[in-house]
């Protein structure tokens, strides 16, 4: 998928753990780890506003769009 | 009715269909072979009222053809209740959507389908021997009737393509955080 997850480098640079988010943004840590591994379908926007508040970061320090060669043409 | 309650049921039914089902495959089964090698007159009354002794006498082959295609379509009908048994234990009510199921659900739509197929050869053929010695009576009485699980067979297609994108979109939504 062209849009990639960088929810493991915003929590690497903000010194915060899986179970600490997850418990922070009220979720389980299974539902962290599949958007922390790009394995998630989608994200909410409510989801998506707590990870920005909790992470004092801006969406799109979360995601990011890389273009697939196919598309790029 | 809980939805533990609707399993447990639909368990049951199943159960009894499948052990319905093998006794009469079994019966057939086992009286063609009495007729075969013990008694000839068991022809008269292989299960339930089903008299081949007329077909028999007048042509063996025919005999064999017939009986052999009632005992497939009961043996058809024995997997088909193997089928819903597998289907009944893999089938959550809370969360059905999953894998196995539409699995299930494909394969009893398509056991379905050769069971309809049977059950029209075997009934075309015994109207086509009809005409030469009466049989079709008593093999439409256990034949079951083609064109009702043809429908059942389609409805079953329906329900297993329904099912597939159902996954697909529990799939989705599990996978939405």
């Given at each position: 998928m062209p849009i990639i997850v960088n929810l493991d480098v915003m929590m690497a640079k903000?010194?915060?753990?899986?179970?600490?988010?997850?418990?922070?943004?009220?979720?389980?840590?299974?539902?962290?780890?599949?958007?922390?591994?790009?394995?998630?379908?989608?994200?909410?926007?409510?989801?998506?506003?707590?990870i920005c508040e909790i992470l004092h970061c801006q969406p799109g320090d979360i995601l990011e769009h890389q273009p697939t060669p196919s598309s790029q043409t | 009715m809980s939805a533990k309650n609707i399993a447990q049921f639909l368990k049951v039914i199943a159960w009894v269909i499948f052990i319905g089902t093998c006794i009469k495959a079994g019966a057939l089964l086992l009286n063609i072979g009495i007729a075969e090698w013990v008694q000839p007159l068991a022809t008269a009354n292989l299960y339930d009222g089903l008299n081949l002794q007329p077909l028999r006498q007048y042509n063996e082959l025919y005999y064999w053809q017939i009986a052999s295609s009632v005992l497939f379509v009961f043996v058809l009908q024995a997997i088909f209740g193997w089928y819903l048994i597998q289907l009944a234990q893999v089938l959550q009510i809370d969360e059905p959507f999953t894998q196995p199921v539409a699995k299930y659900l494909t394969k009893l739509?398509?056991?379905?389908?050769?069971?309809?197929?049977?059950a029209l050869l075997t009934n075309s053929m015994a109207k086509w021997l009809d005409k030469f010695v009466p049989v079709l009576?008593?093999?439409?009485?256990?034949?079951?009737?083609?064109?009702?699980?043809?429908?059942?067979?389609?409805v079953l297609f329906v329900v297993a393509y329904i099912f597939q994108r159902g996954i697909a979109l529990q799939q989705e939504n599990d996978l939405t955080v």
């Open positions: 903000r010194k915060i753990g899986v179970n600490e988010l997850a418990a922070k943004l009220g979720i389980t840590a299974a539902n962290v780890s599949i958007l922390k591994t790009g394995k998630a379908k989608a994200i909410r926007f409510s989801t998506l506003e707590a | 739509g398509q056991t379905a389908l050769v069971l309809s197929i049977a009576a008593t093999v439409k009485a256990h034949n079951p009737a083609s064109a009702e699980i043809l429908v059942l067979a389609a």
